[in-house]
């Protein structure tokens, strides 16, 4: 009797364990796993240059915009001398052509000047000289003149006119010759835009010549990776150093289709590593995916691997530096309004 009674109690127990078991498993907060992982930057060189220095190693921190590599930047050193030499001789021209046009510009003012005064005697002449013929040919009608005085009159005429003729047609030319200051005009803009182009090639050079030293971004970063080292060929492209920042990192996790309407980005979660159970810090979705993909293999348990997840970022909000790239732990879900929890004494 007693062996009897003893069967159902054991399958009693047994049914409350397993019931109770099930009960917290359902009321245990809903989590994703996921890793640590953080926004790696590659600095890369711009130019062509043999690597001269390089003050930074893996795993060294590296201030925000401090130089981690210098380039040996001679050629471009020598091409930028060269460029100034050449804008030095362009202002000399410049120099030179605007002095010959101001020359130019004030003697062709002096000439024209004067060929208007010969034009306007030689005028003069011509307009007394033609009243002259005239009243010589009244005296010669009424014979108070000879025919000979007459023929001297009309000569003296004539020749007041051909001066007249030869004085306007100086003047023309003269007054030509402004196409001359014209094209050494046109000469001194072209020297103008050769000096401006000189220039902006002066600038660019200026420009790439600041890339042969290389900088960090405006952030205090940790050295990574260490691609090349003094004394190699950097081209342009050529991976210099991998940094990380120390502050900006995530854990990255796949969520079920049947679980992506549960999250939204700005959604607050705690996360929790499994190197330190217990003890969790706030984080928040920062990044979902707008289209699924196969679930990757590193999710655990084989219904997770049914179907296809979404992959989602949860950026860590606290204590930023004990969360190691690599790292395993879990992303827990936290109602609205709720505070995150951590274990006690950790704050």
Same mark, same amino acid.
């Given at each position: 009797?007693?062996?009897?009674?003893?069967?159902? #109690?054991?399958?009693?127990? +047994?049914?409350?364990?397993?019931? =109770? *078991?099930?009960?917290?498993?359902? !009321?245990?907060?809903?989590?994703?796993?996921?890793?640590?992982?953080?926004?790696?930057?590659?600095?890369?060189?711009?130019?062509?240059?043999?690597?001269?220095?390089? &003050?930074?190693?893996?795993?060294?921190?590296?201030?925000?915009?401090?130089?981690?590599?210098?380039?040996?930047?001679?050629?471009?050193?020598?091409?930028?001398? /060269?460029?100034?030499?050449?804008?030095?001789?362009?202002?000399?021209?410049?120099? $030179? !052509?605007?002095?010959?046009?101001?020359?130019?510009?004030?003697? *062709?003012?002096?000439?024209?000047?004067?060929?208007?005064?010969? #034009?306007?005697?030689?005028?003069?002449?011509?307009?007394?000289? +033609?009243?002259?013929?005239?009243?010589?040919?009244?005296? =010669?009608?009424?014979?108070?003149?000879?025919?000979?005085?007459?023929?001297?009159?009309?000569?003296?005429?004539?020749?007041?006119? /051909?001066?007249?003729?030869?004085?306007?047609?100086?003047?023309?030319?003269?007054?030509?010759?402004?196409?001359?200051?014209?094209?050494?005009?046109?000469?001194? +803009?072209?020297?103008?835009?050769?000096?401006?182009?000189?220039?902006? !090639?002066?600038?660019?050079?200026?420009? $790439?010549?600041? %890339?042969?030293? @290389?900088?960090?971004?405006?952030?205090?970063?940790?050295?990574?990776?260490?691609?090349? *080292?003094?004394?190699?060929?950097?081209?342009?492209? $050529?991976?210099?150093?991998?940094?990380?920042?120390?502050?900006? %990192?995530?854990?990255?996790?796949?969520?079920? =289709?049947?679980?992506?309407?549960?999250?939204?980005?700005?959604?607050?979660?705690? @996360?929790?590593?499994?190197?330190?159970?217990?003890?969790?810090? &706030?984080?928040?979705?920062?990044?979902?995916?707008?289209?699924?993909?196969?679930?990757?293999?590193?999710?655990? $348990?084989?219904?997770?691997?049914?179907?296809?997840?979404?992959?989602?970022?949860?950026?860590?909000?606290?204590?930023?530096?004990?969360?190691? &790239?690599?790292?395993?732990?879990?992303?827990?879900?936290?109602?609205?309004?709720?505070?995150?929890?951590?274990? &006690?004494?950790?704050?």
């Amino acid at each position: 009797m007693p062996r009897r009674i003893a069967v159902p #109690v054991l399958v009693l127990i +047994a049914a409350v364990v397993g019931t =109770v *078991w099930y009960l917290r498993r359902e !009321q245990r907060p809903p989590f994703f796993t996921g890793f640590v992982e953080g926004e790696e930057r590659i600095i890369r060189s711009e130019v062509s240059g043999r690597v001269v220095e390089m &003050p930074y190693g893996e795993g060294d921190r590296v201030p925000a915009n401090a130089v981690v590599a210098v380039l040996d930047d001679r050629d471009m050193q020598a091409r930028i001398r /060269s460029k100034e030499e050449e804008l030095a001789v362009l202002d000399a021209d410049l120099r $030179t !052509q605007a002095e010959r046009i101001t020359l130019v510009e004030s003697t *062709w003012q002096r000439d024209v000047s004067a060929r208007e005064a010969d #034009v306007r005697q030689a005028q003069s002449a011509a307009g007394v000289a +033609a009243r002259t013929l005239t009243r010589e040919q009244e005296l =010669v009608t009424t014979g108070a003149s000879t025919a000979q005085l007459l023929d001297d009159t009309r000569a003296r005429a004539d020749q007041a006119r /051909s001066a007249l003729d030869r004085a306007r047609e100086l003047l023309a030319r003269t007054r030509a010759e402004e196409r001359t200051i014209d094209v050494a005009r046109h000469e001194r +803009a072209a020297l103008q835009q050769r000096r401006d182009l000189a220039l902006a !090639q002066l600038a660019e050079l200026k420009v $790439t010549l600041s %890339k042969y030293v @290389i900088h960090t971004p405006p952030a205090d970063t940790v050295v990574q990776t260490q691609f090349i *080292w003094p004394g190699e060929l950097a081209q342009p492209g $050529t991976a210099i150093l991998a940094v990380l920042d120390p502050r900006d %990192k995530y854990v990255q996790i796949y969520v079920p =289709v049947a679980d992506v309407a549960r999250l939204h980005v700005g959604q607050r979660v705690a @996360i929790e590593l499994d190197s330190q159970p217990g003890r969790r810090v &706030p984080g928040e979705i920062s990044f979902i995916a707008d289209q699924a993909n196969f679930t990757p293999e590193k999710i655990e $348990t084989r219904s997770d691997r049914m179907g296809q997840v979404y992959r989602a970022k949860v950026r860590i909000l606290e204590q930023v530096e004990r969360f190691q &790239p690599g790292t395993e732990g879990n992303v827990y879900l936290v109602p609205d309004g709720e505070r995150v929890p951590t274990a &006690p004494g950790t704050g």
